[in-house]
């Protein structure tokens, strides 16, 4: 695997992880290291916020082969405040919910084990962690090195592989943080869709990893969840492992809400929004969802751009990842590109915060002082960014740029151009793994989408969901049938 230009840190400190998880387990297996850019964040710490933005398995049956699994989203891609984007999945039996990061940038589920000894116990974000206990769920089984899952993931058996040895994984992601554990495979619930608003219960066995050591951001509390869902195309990823064993086709789509919270994560064919013609092919042959740009506009006018910008040696192109909340440029792109935007308005005082981002007071409409950001890809496909997407509000009236540079271009001509949760928000984002494509449209992600049920040919709605603000409701829900009924009592006493 390619594990691209700018991961060059992360590989470096995977390649000592990995050596001293070698001596540590001897005789255990370390699952390749897959590399994911700069995702995690802070999210008190804007500091942290940058420097952590960085097969089939023939038995694993569903028990009803769904068309369509609607997702349940939470989270924002607020750098000030959640700054990602985390769904709802029932692991084991019996079922327990956990909240996982919804991550294109990576190939594996993980959750946090019982045996993990730093695992966060506690998550700023309002969501209950749960350690995920083997030993606790009758339907888990633990992935030997010996067996398939694990065989293919090392392109055959390992020499000194026994039956009885785990099969172990690390992962490490792009701003340096990592986990390791072993896999499990276990029963996954999932919202089967059913009908036009309606979900019912399905579920099916799935390989995912048991975390038991996590490092860096990944152990801090700050923006903990459970684990992380990756999207990937590789074959260990959940949406693989479910388009071997059941009927799902390998499209997936997402809806990531920054103006409610939450959205829309939908597996199965979307036909509405309609984007059939609105897709533009993904780069084969690449460690992640990569994409060929083409051209930039800022407030209409093209940015005159090296003609080598987006190619040049640089084999990953542009990554699409919902794992991260910023975008990332290069350098080369960065510099005229903020300028552009700050171009119409040169009274304002810049002040760099935290060393990275660019702040100024701004007391107007920042969608009427400052100019849409336009990227335009190969097949006449292109995304628009809106400044009230890529400006965010630190204070009242303090705004500051969410464009970062990824830097320089290196000697072998490559420069990275990564866009996050900055970029993706408040589109349709449809990942067209069949036909190897991918495509968008600017959406209303508090509302539904249209899938096609391959069975029967029906076409049903999948609304959007907001697991922290659903939560916020049944509190209050709770609360108001308390007052009722106190009102209630007192009425009765009074008459
Ligand atoms: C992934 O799975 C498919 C279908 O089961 C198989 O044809 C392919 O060789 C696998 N790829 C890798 C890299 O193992
Ligand atoms: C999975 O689904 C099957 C069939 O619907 C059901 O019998 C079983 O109890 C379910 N398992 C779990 C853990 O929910
Ligand atoms: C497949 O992808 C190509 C390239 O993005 C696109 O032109 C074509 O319309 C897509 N076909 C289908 C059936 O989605
Ligand atoms: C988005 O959709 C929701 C739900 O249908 C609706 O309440 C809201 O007004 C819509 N927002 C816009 C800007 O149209």
Redesign the pocket.
Known sequence: MDPGPTSRLALLISTLLLSSLILDVSGNFVFPVNHKFMGRRGRWSLSALKAHDARRHGRNLLSVSPSAVDLELGGNGHPSETGLYFAKLGIGSPSKDYYVQVDTGSDILWVNCIECANCPKKSDIGVKLTLYDPGDSSSSEKITCNQDFCTAQYNGQLPGCKPDLLCQYEVVYGDGSSTAGYFVKDVIQFDMVSGSHQTSVTNGSIVFGCGAKQSGQLGKSSEALDGILGFGQANSSMISQLAAAGKVKKQFAHCLDNVNGGGIFAIGEVVEPKL??N???LVPKTAHYNVIMEAIEVGGVVVDLPSDTFDGGDKEGTIVDSGTTLAYLPQVVYEPVMTMILSKQSDLKLRTVDDQFTCFQYSQNVDDGFPVVKFHF??S?SLSVYPHEYLFQLREEVWCSGWQSSGMKTKDGSSMTLLGDLVLSNKLVLY?LE?????WIDYNCSSSIKVKDDMSGAIYNVDAHNISSASGLLIGGRLLTFLLFVICMLLQISI
């Open positions: 059939k013609l897709t533009t092919p190969k097949n496909v067209d036909n190897q494509s991918i495509g």
